[in-house]
Every structure is written in C-alpha cells, then in structure tokens.
T-cell receptor
Framework: EPEVTQTPSHQVTQMGQEVILRCVPI?????FYWYRQILGQKVEFLVS????????KSEIFDDQFSVERPDGSNFTLKIRSTKLEDSAMYFC?????????????FGEGSRLTVL | QQQVKQSPQSLIVQKGGIPIINCAYE??????FPWYQQFPGKGPALLIA?????SEKKEGRFTISFNKSAKQFSLHIMDSQPGDSATYFC???????????FGGGTRLMVKP
C-alpha cells in the first residue's frame, strides 16, 4: 500500500538552529500538507502546497517557516531559527484531490525537540 | 468560527461497549467531516468520513451520525475491542480549501 514517508523520525536541535524536515508524498498525489501536533494536543494545520506554490497557510506558518518541493518526489519543511515552542510532532500529508474530494494520507511524523 | 469542539477528552469503556465521541462546529461552509484514528507514535489515519447530505454513515463497527441543523456529528464504535484503544480526532474541511480543522482529540481506552 502506498504511504507517505518522513525523515528524520526524531530530531533534536538547539534553539536558533535551522531544521529541515523531509517528506516523500504518495507518488500520484498532487496536494501536499504539513500539520503539527504539540505533545498531547490537537493536530494543527500549517500549510498546503499545490502546483509548486503555497495554496493555504495558517497563522502558525510565519516567516520562519518555508516549504519546498526541490525535486519530483520530496516535499520539505524548513524552520529557519527554531524556538522552544516549535517542539512538536510534524506530520506531512498528501492527497490526490481538493475541495472535499481527496482523502489525506498522513506520514508517521517527525518529532522535533528544541533545546 | 474555524473551531471544531470535541468531547469527551478521554473515555474508558469495557470490551463490547459502545463509546460515543461528539463534535460540534460553527462554520457552515464545512462540507466534509472525517474521523481519524491515531495510535501512539503514528500519524492520524482516516477511519470514516461523512458529507452533510446524509445523516448517518456506517462502515463496519464505526458509525457517524450527523445533525446538520445542530452542527454536530458523532462517532459510535459498536462492539468495541481493546485494539480500538487509540486517540480519535474529528475534523472538518470547508468546500473552498484544503485545510482540515481538527478537534481536540479523545483518548479512548477499551478494557478487556
């Protein structure tokens, strides 16, 4: 069964450092997403990406965040200067449709710990 | 208005019981309501979803009831099993975009 894969599974970093989280979406999917989940809390939308550009983003997705699809398979989330409150599980998701037609498939997440 | 409120936060039932998890929303532009199941250390996985043109949807032991006028929907798990122990999230998506708004989650424990 096709799946969304994420790396690394866990990253520990110092405050102020840059972090890049990587995702390989399901191959025929066109819509890509990042969500985050602070420990014990709900899953929060960060950004959606389609046709090589951001289609929607939340208030959380400020200037320190960026996304990129550097090649035909990877989708990355960069956090420029990490803060303690960025510690969370980051989930990548992909779908083949929008407007209610596409099921989101989530990866297993990348746990980010900022010290 | 983008919020989805979910209750209870946690729930313990005996094997064979029928846990019920409730969600409420305000945004009338929401038109797709999925439920996700999440096991520890894993990503959310779609369990079942409903659109507001139907009042109930059943898939196996999982049933969604939808009340459009009250802007509420709920998940029922029939004949619950210890393997159903997980965190359940309701979510909603509006017809104009891609963003899923999640409820706060319900941690379900099914005792043997």
């Amino acid at each position: 069964e096709p799946e969304v894969t994420q790396t690394p599974s866990h990253q520990v970093t110092q405050m102020g450092q840059e972090v890049i989280l990587r995702c390989v979406p399901i191959s025929n999917h066109l819509y890509f997403y990042w969500y985050r989940q602070i420990l014990g809390q709900k899953v929060e939308f960060l950004v959606s990406f389609y046709n090589n550009e951001i289609s929607e983003k939340s208030e959380i997705f400020d200037d320190q965040f960026s996304v990129e699809r550097p090649d035909g398979s990877n989708f990355t989330l960069k956090i420029r200067s990490t803060k303690l409150e960025d510690s969370a599980m980051y989930f990548c998701a992909s779908s083949d449709g929008t407007g209610g037609t596409g099921e989101l498939f989530f990866g297993e997440g990348s746990r980010l710990t900022v010290l | 208005q983008q919020q989805v409120k979910q209750s209870p936060q946690s729930l313990i039932v005996q094997k064979g019981g029928i846990p019920i998890i409730n969600c409420a929303y305000e945004n009338t532009a929401f038109d797709y309501f999925p439920w996700y199941q999440q096991f520890p250390g894993k990503g959310p996985a779609l369990l079942i979803a409903i659109r507001p043109d139907v009042s109930e949807k059943k898939e196996g032991r999982f049933t969604i009831s939808f009340n459009k006028s009250a802007k509420q929907f709920s998940l029922h798990i029939m004949d619950s099993q210890p393997g159903d122990s997980a965190t359940y999230f309701c979510a909603a998506r509006n017809n104009a975009g891609n963003m899923l708004t999640f409820g706060g989650g319900t941690r379900l424990m099914v005792k043997p």
